[in-house]
């Protein structure tokens, strides 16, 4: 990639997972000079395989979509769940409900998707590059500075405009004292892969999610690309990783209560490392400020059971991009200018996080309560796909709120 750096530019983006691709790609695109900054070296591994389909529109205006094709990525059709009891729930196929191309997506592996949209980036005409260290960042005052490191030495330059992408270690979030914590969803994950587990033989595989019996965990299971399939256990942190075992001591304890990921994993072989992280949830009290704005999850994270995190990554890098982009063009770099999208957006948000809650709450059942509200079916689907910036987005949750206010006496 690009390594000549100037003294000075018009947006600088730290961290280039999908949020910072996506501001750098758009915001260069659109002729402005653009750092994007990403500590580690690519490719690079993440989690957060599964997608929603509502990333299809924004992937679409990257000009990424002949790519993703290309690659090969394993369509996702839909999400299933399965109780703790072993039951499995009605698919929620999303072509079934909407049968646009748009409502199918994708299971990725994280280090080529992220490097193809670093590629993209530079296409466009950011400036880019890895294996960088943002060590000082400032954001008071007319100017904004940033101080870098990597293998050529430091070096400290100007901008307009900074970007914290940088994802749950939110740099500028937590230097400004922003984060606020969801204490209700301090959650840890455990994961790995295996090789010639069960898959649609189609080829056609929905992201599904199986509860323990006890109900004090869950997994995800993720069939990708070459006969791999990825697995991850989630529970309350003090639960997974107090007192227990090796990562992957406490996998398999937790394995051995979830006969559906046993079954299906039954021919399987694990392959690859065991990862552990915590998955604590929370949300910033400020999206932007004079000459700065947070996206991805250094804006907010919420909890991986939807699969939310890599699609508002790419929702909010572009917002932020056409904030952006317009405030250079007006001379107007405030943080009414900047951060002028993100109402809309949190109000989205909530949306999903009530699903989340609902999720975790032990007394309450989807399937029991769309046998007694059937014509919710088509809005929860919606909800799954993505479609959470509308305006009757949140129209579920007329019914839904009072039985779960019941369900948590």
């Known amino acids: 990639m690009c390594t000549a750096l100037d003294e000075q530019y018009d947006c600088v983006v730290i961290g280039a997972g999908p949020a910072g691709c996506t501001t750098a790609s758009l915001v260069a695109r659109a002729g402005y000079s653009t750092l994007l900054v990403e500590r580690e070296k690519f490719?690079?591994?993440?989690?957060?395989?599964?997608?929603?389909?509502?990333?299809?529109?924004?992937?679409?205006?990257?000009?990424?979509?002949p790519k993703m094709r290309e690659l090969g990525f394993v369509r996702k059709v839909g999400v299933q769940f399965v109780t703790h009891k072993g039951k499995e729930s009605q698919p929620f196929f999303f072509q079934q409900h909407?049968?646009?191309?748009?409502?199918?997506?994708?299971?990725v592996e994280r280090s080529t998707f992220d490097q193809m949209l670093f590629e993209n980036a530079a296409e466009h005409g950011a400036t880019c590059v890895d294996q960088t260290r943002v060590t000082d960042v400032s954001v008071g005052g007319e100017q904004r500075s940033i101080t870098l490191q990597n293998s050529a030495g430091i070096q400290t330059m100007r901008a307009k405009v900074v970007v914290d992408a940088t994802g749950q270690s939110a740099m500028l979030a937590n230097r400004l004292g922003l984060?606020?914590?969801?204490?209700?969803?301090?959650?840890?994950?455990?994961?790995?892969?295996?090789?010639?587990?069960?898959?649609?033989?189609?080829?056609?595989?929905?992201?599904?999610?199986?509860?323990?019996?006890?109900?004090?965990?869950?997994?995800?299971?993720?069939?990708?690309?070459?006969?791999?399939?990825?697995?991850?256990?989630v529970g309350d942190n003090e639960y997974l990783l107090k007192d227990r075992g090796t990562p992957e001591q406490t996998f398999h304890e937790e394995l051995a209560k979830c006969g559906g990921v046993q079954e299906r994993i039954a021919n399987a072989t694990q392959t690859g490392k065991y990862h552990a992280v915590k998955e604590f949830s929370?949300?910033?009290?400020?999206?932007?400020?004079?000459?700065?704005?947070?996206?991805?999850?250094?804006?907010?994270?919420?909890?991986?059971?939807?699969?939310?995190?890599?699609?508002?990554?790419?929702?909010?890098?572009?917002?932020?991009?056409?904030?952006?982009?317009?405030?250079?063009?007006?001379?107007?770099?405030?943080?009414?200018?900047?951060?002028?999208?993100?109402?809309?957006?949190?109000?989205?948000?909530?949306?999903?996080?009530?699903?989340?809650?609902a999720f975790y709450t032990d007394q309450f059942s989807f399937g029991a309560f769309l046998k007694m509200h059937p014509e919710y079916v088509g809005n929860l689907t919606d909800l799954l796909i993505g479609r959470v910036f509308t305006d009757c987005a949140g129209k579920i949750f007329d019914d839904m709120d009072p039985v779960l206010e019941k369900a948590s006496l």
Do not use: C
Not at 179 to 192: G, Q, V
């Open 98 to 107: 909407d049968p646009r191309e748009s409502s199918t997506t994708w299971h």
């Open 179 to 233: 984060r606020e914590d969801n204490k209700r969803l301090r959650k840890a994950s455990i994961w790995t892969y295996y090789k010639g587990a069960k898959r649609a033989d189609d080829g056609d595989n929905m992201t599904v999610i199986l509860h323990t019996n006890e109900r004090k965990s869950w997994f995800w299971y993720i069939p990708m690309r070459d006969d791999i399939v990825s697995i991850g256990v």
């Open 43 to 65: 490719p690079r591994f993440h989690i957060g395989e599964s997608l929603m389909p509502e990333v299809y529109w924004t992937l679409e205006r990257l000009g990424v979509l």
């Open 282 to 357: 929370y949300m910033t009290k400020q999206h932007a400020g004079d000459g700065w704005v947070l996206i991805g999850d250094a804006f907010g994270f919420i909890d991986p059971v939807y699969s939310s995190g890599v699609y508002l990554a790419l929702r909010s890098g572009e917002l932020a991009a056409d904030a952006i982009t317009d405030g250079l063009a007006k001379g107007d770099l405030s943080a009414a200018q900047l951060g002028g999208w993100t109402d809309e957006f949190k109000q989205g948000i909530v949306w999903i996080r009530k699903l989340v809650h």
